[in-house]
């Protein structure tokens, strides 16, 4: 350790992400949380329209919903990181088909912009750097529409979001299969609106990953 970072863990000691406790050593989340998070069953794993599965390590509650909620609206984008090894650790076990790139749900550039930071982005650049891969991007949002989470309903989920995504580089993404993450899933309107895009863009199959998921296995998909 140099004085530097000496210096620097004593003035912004780390802390878990999740809870917020002061940890011994940079590692991202503490033992309590380790143990205690709101863990899935077999992954979350969830079907869904376009895509052939969802994996999510944690479901959308808890300490886990007041972290990603940090994550995505209050500056808090270092908890990537920590998010994309727990994420990984999801795929490697979940996962079980090769995909050919991993890539994201992306934000459009007005809600970027204003944000500072594509969270999804981050987290799909984690989780790939864990897995000894590269984040690609295969999708834009050219249209800013209204966030998922203030319409209640999946019709009008899906009717806010159709169309509202393009391919990035329809050469990239023909003939592969795509491992498509974001960070939290829902009703799963978005994730089916971006296979279906990726689909009609020439790639042959989409899984997807998030961090979160809202619904608890065994209930009703979004």
Same mark, same amino acid.
């Given at each position: 350790?140099?004085v530097?970072s ?16 002061i940890?011994?050593?940079?590692? &991202? ?5 380790? =143990?205690?998070?709101?863990? !899935? #069953?077999?992954g979350?794993? %969830?079907?869904? =329209?376009? $895509?052939? $599965?969802?994996?999510? /390590?944690?479901?959308?509650?808890? #300490?886990? %919903? ?9 500056g ?5 990181? +920590?998010?994309?090894?727990?994420l ?24 970027? %912009?204003? %944000?500072?930071? =594509?969270?999804? @982005?981050?987290?799909?650049a984690?989780?790939?750097?864990? @897995?000894?891969?590269?984040?690609? /991007? !295969? ?13 209640? &309903? ?6 806010? *979001? ?11 993404? #023909? &003939?592969?299969? *795509?491992?498509l993450?974001?960070? *939290?899933?829902?009703?799963?309107? !978005? ?16 899984v997807?990953? +998030? ?7 065994? =209930?009703?998909?979004?």
């Amino acid at each position: 350790m140099t004085v530097f970072s000496f210096i620097a863990d004593l003035l912004f000691p780390p802390k878990c992400v999740f809870c917020g406790k002061i940890l011994n050593k940079a590692g &991202g989340k503490c033992i309590a949380c380790a =143990d205690e998070l709101p863990f !899935t #069953h077999n992954g979350g794993r %969830r079907e869904g =329209d376009y $895509f052939d $599965f969802c994996v999510s /390590p944690l479901y959308y509650e808890g #300490h886990a %919903r007041k972290s990603v909620l940090r994550y995505k609206f209050s500056g808090a984008f270092s908890y990537a990181e +920590t998010y994309g090894s727990i994420l990984a650790e999801c795929v490697r076990e979940y996962v079980d088909i090769d995909f050919d790139i991993v890539s994201w749900v992306p934000l459009s550039s007005r809600r970027r %912009r204003k %944000r500072g930071y =594509d969270q999804a @982005m981050l987290l799909s650049a984690a989780t790939a750097r864990d @897995m000894g891969e590269s984040a690609i /991007p !295969t999708l834009i949002k050219p249209h800013n529409v209204k966030a998922q989470s203030e319409i209640r &309903g999946n019709a009008e989920r899906r009717a806010n *979001i159709n169309g509202a995504y393009a391919p990035a580089d329809p050469d990239l993404i #023909h &003939g592969k299969c *795509i491992l498509l993450i974001d960070d *939290i899933v829902t009703t799963g309107s !978005t994730l089916s609106e971006c296979a279906k895009v990726l689909l009609s863009a020439g790639a042959v199959r989409v899984v997807c990953a +998030t961090l979160c998921t809202a619904v608890r296995t065994g =209930d009703e998909n979004r």
